[in-house]
């Protein structure tokens, strides 16, 4: 009932930057928040950052300081301006989002396909 496409992912030098984007559509009730998580290879999916539907943000130590996430409500859509990119930095970045699809419904996760962002000389 819910889809998140991302959009924004590439190639990029270290000390660039990229700027993903993801859309939630669908039957959607409302959001409780959005995010970003990405997975390298041979590791395991991590948080990078997570906005409330308040604009209370969350980040990853790791990205403090060089990642924003920013949200737009009336649109279901969650950005994540990335710079001073590092090789570590690449990996598949993921979007979710909390949604509920009916009011008397619990929240659940949704994930977006994924995006490949790649920090390399």
């Known amino acids: 009932q819910v889809q998140l496409v991302e959009s924004g992912g590439g190639l990029v030098q270290p000390g660039g930057s990229l700027r993903l984007s993801c859309a939630a559509s669908?039957?959607?009730?409302?959001?409780?928040?959005m995010g970003w998580y990405r997975q390298a290879p041979g590791k395991e999916r991590e948080l990078v950052a997570t906005?409330?539907?308040?604009?209370?943000?969350n980040y990853a130590e790791s990205v403090k300081g060089r990642f924003s996430i920013s949200s737009d409500n009336a649109k279901n859509t969650v950005m994540l301006q990335m710079n001073s990119l590092k090789p570590e930095d690449t990996a598949v970045y993921y979007c979710?989002?909390?949604?509920?699809?009916?009011?008397?419904?619990?929240?659940?996760?949704?994930w977006g396909q994924g995006t490949q962002v790649t920090v390399s000389s």
């Open positions: 979710t989002a909390n949604c509920l699809v009916r009011a008397w419904g619990l929240s659940r996760d949704y």
């Open positions: 669908g039957s959607i009730f409302s959001i409780n928040a």
């Open positions: 906005i409330t539907s308040g604009g209370r943000t």
